[in-house]
């Protein structure tokens, strides 16, 4: 049998964007934090949208469709320079400042290099919408809505945008991928630029000759929590690495072949897990739905494995940080604000102990991470620098018998709508895509509901689906 042809994307423009305006903080070195500089061998953060052309047209109209492109197109550059006025560093590049004699060097943003935010136009009118939404697996296709599916890591911000915006057009839709610089941001100012973004192209208030517009949540940038709080853990803001050569840096792993499929969780299905989760610990409420969700899911994915009873297998939780700083930090502070923690043991005490017993467990892990724990974490990378690969430094995180856990139900995915109604559907690109990693994103429906992006070998995504504990929860 012949093999079907893969449909195959069309450059038609790309463009870079600079700050609408000259902005004097961004004059100053950008520095980043200890962990910042640490994923600088991991990939960026790769989320889109994708939206219907004018429901209340025919789908075949070719020209309503350039039109509605055409216009989409013009809005976003003029707002995206905008926008940048606010997030300046992303309209910069990486540079890299040597000290020979001490054989290190630091990393920094200067946000007045190079040609500024990469904004891409495409066309991949053999796809439609239900190409998309239908199937099975996310298509292979998806991936190129991205940087026109080039592969990258966070240390090439050097040379290349740290923001790039693509518009996909298809044959009766548009999808807006968006891949940002992990060292930059993470998942939460990532949606604060979209949603940001997203303001600002349905706003007319433009005021006065440079174009300012008051704007609802402006990015805080004076802030560095690992410099500015408990004076006796006060971290540095310069952060000097050994001195590496870019090739030790650029690490683009191989990870073989994957499935990548969603899973929906309704509000129902996820209200019953909890109540299961809470009923098998006595406990009241206590575990949270994402606790007892996450404890289905490395349970499901190690029988899907069918690993060793007496290997070890671990689970990854990759959590913000903002909310654990006393007192919190607001979502509006600009940088990547993350941290993590890991459950370890053997694959026979996790399938032989019940939900509960692994939700609360995960739950421990989950709320030991307080503001000590994390400073001490930055006090640690400061001391030691380290850059993480996935395939070397990030061993303790990915592996054959690791689930990775990260996104967020919480993120608010579907508000931004750039003139086009709600978004049907969120997607990712090939970003952090390796065997066992788990990406949260809420339901189109919202009320609590929840998708989940599960990538794994296709024997295991196999297993997985013929998993009839796992897929009674699965809608």
């Given at each position: 049998?012949?093999?079907?042809?893969?449909?195959?994307?069309?450059?038609?423009?790309?463009?870079?964007?600079?700050?609408?305006?000259?902005?004097?903080?961004?004059?100053?070195?950008?520095?980043?934090?200890p962990p910042e500089i640490g994923m600088m061998s991991i990939d960026p953060i790769q989320k889109g949208l994708l939206f219907a052309i004018n429901n209340n047209t025919p789908s075949n109209d070719a020209n309503d469709r350039v039109n509605v492109i055409s216009s989409l197109l013009d809005k976003l550059k003029h707002s995206l320079s905008i926008a940048l006025v606010h997030f300046y560093p992303l309209a910069g590049r990486f540079v890299t400042e040597k000290y020979p004699e001490e054989h290190a060097c630091i990393i920094y943003i200067d946000c007045n290099k190079g040609p500024g935010a990469r904004l891409i136009h495409v066309t991949a009118l053999e796809v439609t919408i239900s190409d998309i939404v239908s199937s099975t697996d996310v298509p292979p296709i998806v991936r190129s809505f991205f940087e026109l599916g080039d592969i990258m890591v966070n240390h090439d911000g050097h040379t290349r945008a740290l923001l790039s915006i693509q518009v996909t057009e298809l044959l009766d839709g548009v999808f807006i991928g968006f891949t940002m610089n992990h060292s930059v941001v993470d998942g939460t100012s990532f949606l604060h630029f979209i949603s940001l973004l997203s303001e600002i192209f349905g706003s007319q208030e433009y005021i006065g000759q440079k174009n300012t517009l008051k704007i609802s949540r402006p990015p805080i940038f004076n802030l560095k929590p690992w410099v500015s709080h408990d004076p006796e853990n006060m971290v540095p803001e310069v952060i000097k690495l050994p001195h590496l050569e870019p090739k030790e840096f650029v690490v683009y792993a191989d990870q073989g072949p994957l499935r990548e499929r969603i899973f929906h969780f309704s509000p129902t299905s996820l209200a019953n897990l909890k109540a299961k989760a809470n009923q098998e610990c006595e406990t009241n409420n206590v575990i949270s739905s994402f606790q007892a969700l996450s404890a289905l899911v490395w349970r499901s994915i190690t029988?899907?494995?069918?690993?060793?009873?007496?290997?070890?297998?671990?689970?990854?939780?990759?959590?913000g940080a903002r909310s654990r700083f006393e007192p919190p930090l607001s979502d509006e502070y600009f940088g990547n604000y993350i941290s993590g923690t890991q459950w370890i043991c053997i694959v026979e005490e996790l399938l032989g102990h019940n939900l509960g017993w692994v939700a609360m467990n995960?739950?421990?892990?989950?709320?030991?991470?307080?503001?000590?724990?994390?400073?001490?974490?930055?006090?640690?990378?400061?001391?030691?620098?380290?850059?993480?690969?996935?395939?070397?430094?990030?061993?303790?995180?990915?592996?054959?018998?690791?689930?990775?856990?990260?996104?967020?139900a919480r993120f608010d995915m579907y508000g931004p709508e750039f003139g086009l109604g709600r978004a049907l559907a969120v997607r990712m690109g090939y970003a952090n895509k390796v065997d066992g990693k788990v990406t949260a994103n809420p339901g189109r429906e919202g009320k609590g509901s929840v998708d989940l992006e599960i990538c794994l070998r296709p024997q295991f995504m196999s297993a997985l689906e013929a998993d009839m504990d796992f897929m009674s929860y699965v809608s």
């Open positions: 049998m012949a093999q079907q042809k893969q449909p195959s994307i069309k450059l038609i423009s790309e463009c870079f964007v600079k700050p609408k305006h000259e902005v004097e903080a961004s004059k100053q070195p950008y520095h980043l934090s029988r899907a494995r069918n690993l060793p009873l007496d290997q070890p297998t671990t689970c990854s939780v990759l959590i995960l739950r421990k892990e989950i709320m030991a991470q307080d503001e000590k724990t994390i400073l001490g974490m930055y006090q640690f990378f400061t001391k030691s620098p380290v850059v993480f690969t996935p395939g070397d430094g990030g061993k303790e995180f990915h592996g054959p018998n690791k689930v990775v856990i990260g996104g967020s």
